[in-house]
Every structure is written in structure tokens, then in C-alpha cells.
């Protein structure tokens, strides 16, 4: 059980656009920064959104991250068939003084 | 170039002990830490604490607490996590990542390090 709750998947067509959501607490998301991550198949997590809508060097703005309260969600346009893979939100859990990972999101680009 | 490279994986019984090494480069090692992740066969992602490679403080997560054990060696670049009384449930991925501090983003990740528990 995930302190952070994600849907286990979601899936839209090429070019849709479509949005995973993490919710969590007050001891969480709603006071501290979210991060986003990107997983394809057999390799490490990529960083894809931090400080809850910033993007690191290089990833393109079809990602976008936003937050209100105790939420944050992940929005990407023009979905391609390359962005297959599992999303994962994470964030700092003030109570546990450690990072917490939401269970994960499989997306499928039908 | 930052690069985080680790050990190769590992089968063990249970009960026995773990040291996953990871190397750092491209980067001056003692200005970040590293956190270390694990991930389960067919599971999420779960951060199993942070060591701070300036000085050697050391965040760990409850779950692991009293049983994982996180160093670095400043002379080689390199970080170790060790993880003792092995259960088959520690059977994961080890992943490990550069980090200023516990919560920092995890921008450069190693390749990860299959730690395979059976007997």
C-alpha cells in the first residue's frame, strides 16, 4: 500500500493527450515538492518533472506537472507511441522523514 | 558526463548479506549524496534512504532501518549499500542516484543491480 495513490493505468490514443494523478496528505504533496518519473521497459527511472511543474534539460514540453493540495498531476500531449511506460510521482513524507513513491501508472498508447 | 555505474548482480541465500557498490563520476563526488531505490519484480519503486558523501550522514527508511548499512568511500567515488538478513521479499532491483540531500530530485540514476534471494 502506497502512501501516494496513483491509477494503475491509463491509456489514450496517438496525439491525445492524457493526465495521471498522485494523491497524497498534508504531510506530503501539499507541503513539499513533487517529482515525476518516467520508467520504459528494462531501464532505470527518468526524471521527468520536479518541483512539482519544473522540467530538467531536455525533456520536451508535451510533459507538464501541476499540483493543488493534496494532488498533483502529470499531463502529456501529443502522445506518442514511445511514451509507453510506467509514471511514477514522489515526493518527501515530512511524518516518515522519507521519500515516498506512488505505486505507478502503466501508460498505454493504444 | 555524470555517471553512476554499479556492481554486477548477485544471487544469495537467506539470511546472508549483500554489498551493492556504486561509482561515481563526472561530477565532484563529495558535494552530492547518493539515494539509494529498490524495485521489486513487477512493482513500484521504493526509496530505501540517503547517504551524504561529504560527511557520511545517513537517512535511512524505517522499513530497511537495522538492516541496511550505507557508505562511501571518498578515495574511489564510491558508494555501498548493505543489506543483511536477506528474505526472499528483498528479491528488487537496486538502484542507485545522485542526490544533494534525502529529498533532493533524482536526476542521474546507475543501471540498477538485480539482488536475487533464494535458496
Known amino acids: 500500500q502506497s502512501v501516494l495513490t496513483q491509477p494503475p493505468s491509463v491509456s489514450a490514443a496517438p496525439g491525445q493527450k492524457v493526465t495521471i494523478s498522485c494523491s497524497g496528505s498534508?504531510?506530503?504533496?501539499?507541503?513539499?515538492?513533487v517529482s515525476w518519473y518516467q520508467q520504459l521497459p528494462g531501464t532505470a527511472p527518468k526524471l521527468l518533472i520536479y518541483?512539482?511543474?519544473e522540467r530538467p534539460s531536455g525533456i520536451p514540453d508535451r510533459f507538464s506537472g501541476s499540483k493543488s493540495g493534496t494532488s498533483a498531476t502529470l499531463a502529456i500531449t501529443g502522445l506518442q507511441t514511445g511514451d509507453e511506460a510506467d509514471y511514477y510521482c514522489?515526493?518527501?513524507?515530512?511524518?516518515?522523514?522519507?521519500?515516498?513513491f506512488g505505486g505507478g501508472t502503466k501508460l498505454t498508447v493504444l | 558526463q555524470v555517471h553512476l555505474e554499479q556492481s554486477g548482480g548477485e544471487v544469495k541465500k537467506p539470511g546472508a548479506s549483500v554489498k551493492v557498490s556504486c561509482k561515481a563520476s563526472?561530477?565532484?563526488?563529495?558535494?552530492?549524496?547518493i539515494s539509494w531505490v529498490r524495485q521489486a519484480p513487477g512493482q513500484g519503486l521504493e526509496w530505501m534512504g540517503w547517504?551524504?558523501?561529504?560527511?557520511?550522514?545517513?537517512n535511512y527508511a524505517q522499513k530497511v532501518q537495522g538492516r541496511v548499512t550505507m557508505t562511501t568511500d571518498t578515495s574511489t567515488s564510491t558508494a555501498y549499500m548493505e543489506l543483511r538478513s536477506l528474505r526472499s521479499d528483498d528479491t528488487a532491483l537496486y538502484y542507485c542516484?545522485?542526490?544533494?540531500?534525502?529529498?533532493?530530485?533524482?536526476?542521474?540514476w546507475g543501471q540498477g543491480t538485480l539482488v536475487t534471494v533464494s535458496s
Open positions: 542516484a545522485r542526490a544533494r540531500s534525502p529529498y533532493d530530485i533524482l536526476l542521474y
Open positions: 563526472g561530477y565532484t563526488f563529495t558535494r552530492y549524496g
Open positions: 547517504i551524504s558523501a561529504y560527511n557520511g550522514n545517513t
Open positions: 498534508s504531510s506530503n504533496i501539499a507541503n513539499n515538492h
Open positions: 518541483d512539482d511543474n
Open positions: 514522489g515526493t518527501w513524507e515530512s511524518s516518515l522523514s522519507a521519500v515516498v
